[in-house]
């Protein structure tokens, strides 16, 4: 069964376990999903995309305005996957979505008037990914890192944080990848915060960049950071830390174990390396796919390991952070977004040795 139609077949599954005669699609993770990977966004800013899909048991349409179907025709290629096309004009793209579902009794992944709301549905379908989707993430994976490599390794003492999310964003773009998140931090703000936005900061020894990228509608995640001169050895004990956190989340995180296992196992690493807490001061990371993190974990998630799911973890402790991102094999796990030649940690869990990726030191 080809990807599209194991992905037609779970959506018709929903209208037969809802009653439901149609489902509408606007989200542009969800039109990326449904179509093994077109996009329809147009403004990264906006949850929903520039055209619509309409999936009944039988047909299956494409609804856009004037503006967008020239390029979704020619350049996704829908109607060669079998979608119909639906085109309206700018100012009346409402008018037509009425009058294809006029009469059906609906489920939407975002508010439509008398549908029912099936969006908290998507986060666990599209994390349920396909091998097709796997190696297209194989792919995106090496394009981060390729990006982050390449940014990372062309930074300098002066420039400011808003120059180095340039120099990243440039390279995210040269490879096709949108970079859909890009935090900097340079010198004490990497210490202060764990969500930072670029500034005019100016770097004088230490920086973190942080990458989220988009292509085929699937996100990778991945975290590096850089240090001019000798790192004080407070620091590297923290790096050293995440490291063994992050460690412990990758070699937890395996087919058949509750995502809510996982979580408390490796809080466990957090205890030991003398930082119980850090855990609270931010998110710890989770499910990926066609956002950055599906799922987020926590200590209840209910959610099951599955092979072929992504991964992307990043424990925290102030200063310093580890993350990359991961996919679920049977026999073992893969890193998608490793940087070859990049210094690491080795870190043995249960017998088995873990590399993470160490503060890069330039001297």
Known sequence: MSELDLKLGRVRGLLDQHSLDALLLQRADNFAWATCGAGSSVNTADTNGAALLLITPSRRYVITDNIEAPRLRA??????????????????RSAAVASLTHGLKM??????????????????????????????????????????????????????????AGLLAGEVLKRGVQPIVILIATD???????????????????????????????????????YFGSMPDDLRKKAEAVARVDAHFMAATRPGRKLGDVFLEALGSYRTAGFPDEW????????????????????????????????????????????????????????????????????????????????????
């Open 280 to 363: 609270r001061l931010h998110h710890q990371g989770g499910l990926a796919g066609y956002a950055p993190r599906e799922i987020i974990a926590t200590p209840q998630a209910e959610g099951e390991v599955v092979v072929g799911q992504v991964y992307a973890w990043n424990p925290s402790i102030a200063g310093t952070k580890s993350e990359d991102t991961m996919l679920v094999g049977e026999q073992e796990n893969e890193v998608l977004t490793t940087i070859p030649a990049w210094p690491a940690i080795s870190v043995t869990v249960n017998g088995c040795v873990i590399q993470r990726p160490a503060i890069l030191e330039v001297t």
């Open 188 to 226: 004490e703000r990497v210490f202060r915060f764990r969500h930072p936005l670029p500034t005019g900061n100016r770097l004088q020894r230490y920086a973190m960049l942080v990458l989220c990228g988009r292509k085929w509608g699937l996100v990778c995640s991945i975290t590096r950071l850089i």
């Open 107 to 164: 489920g939407a992944d975002h508010a439509y008037g008398g549908a029912t709301d099936l969006s908290g549905l998507f986060p666990s379908l599209r994390a349920a990914l396909t091998a097709d989707e796997g190696d297209r993430f194989r792919a995106l994976g090496k394009m981060c890192a390729s990006s982050m490599d390449a940014a990372i390794r062309a930074i300098r003492p002066g420039m400011t944080e808003n120059e180095v």
């Open 75 to 92: 350049e996704e290629h829908l109607e060669a996957q079998g979608w119909e096309f639906r085109v309206a004009p700018w100012f009346e």
